[in-house]
């Protein structure tokens, strides 16, 4: 004769699961706040001007803006890094990521809902940048802003630029409120330091880090409190 079956609760093991399935829900949770915020990626700009010397200047742009954008906690913003690497994986050149034909497929590469881009345009010594932000998923531009830009200074107008592409995601619903402004610098950036420096972040995309160093020292030489340029100048000298 069988006796009494044995019960198989297990009042720990039961506490356990439990405690296992709030940790997993609050992971679940977290990560569906995170995929709220809009996925940006700051492309280069072009350069509207016959200057060689401005041509490389889209890439300094482009880190500047990412990382005043990226100060901001409710935006997800692409490193830069990772742009270079998409771009260089679809063969495509720096005015050509701009091509309206190229929006969706370098959108979903990167996995971003927005692509910044613009143009840096110039004449007579006066240079003004344009910008405008396309929706990846309609390949359509929903909004644009255009700054001043003043040779002794692109700090100026690159964190003017920054500015009012957050009151345009306001705007266009994807923030809630408009984000602070980037911290001001105490020093201004010339126009020819920021070049030296673009040239520095292609040399260092072009695995040249003899080049990048001695083209990072030389802005350092030029605008010493850069912090960008110097947390560069740091990942090379590791």
Do not use: W
């Not at 060689?52 to 913003?77: H, I, P, R, W, Y």
């Amino acid at each position: 004769m069988r006796g009494p079956e044995q019960s198989c609760y297990n009042p720990g093991a039961m506490v356990r699961l439990f405690a296992l399935l709030i940790v997993a829900l609050s992971g679940q949770a977290q990560a569906a706040d995170a995929g709220t915020r809009p996925r940006i990626a700051v492309l280069y700009f072009e350069t509207g001007t016959t200057d060689v010397e401005l041509q490389a200047f889209s890439k300094g742009l482009a880190a500047l803006m990412t990382t005043d954008l990226s100060s901001n906690e409710q935006l997800d913003v692409l490193e830069r890094e990772r742009l270079e690497a998409v771009l260089a994986e679809l063969k495509l050149g720096e005015s050509r990521a701009a091509h309206k034909g190229s929006f969706a497929q370098v959108g979903k590469l990167l996995g971003v809902d927005y692509l910044v881009m613009g143009l840096l345009v110039g004449a007579g010594g006066r240079f003004a940048l344009d910008a405008h932000v396309v929706k990846v998923e309609t390949s359509k531009t929903v909004g644009g802003a255009r700054v001043m830009l003043d040779p002794k200074d692109v700090f100026v107008a690159e964190e003017q630029l920054v500015e009012k592409l957050g009151a345009l995601f306001v705007k266009l619903g994807s923030l809630a409120v408009a984000p602070a402004p980037p911290a001001k610098r105490t020093h201004p950036l010339p126009l020819k330091t920021a070049v030296a420096y673009s040239k520095a972040l292609d040399a260092r995309d072009k695995k040249d880090p003899v080049t990048a160093t001695r083209l990072l020292g030389e802005v350092l030489k030029e605008q010493p409190d850069f912090k960008l340029a110097q947390l560069d100048l740091l990942s090379l000298t590791k």
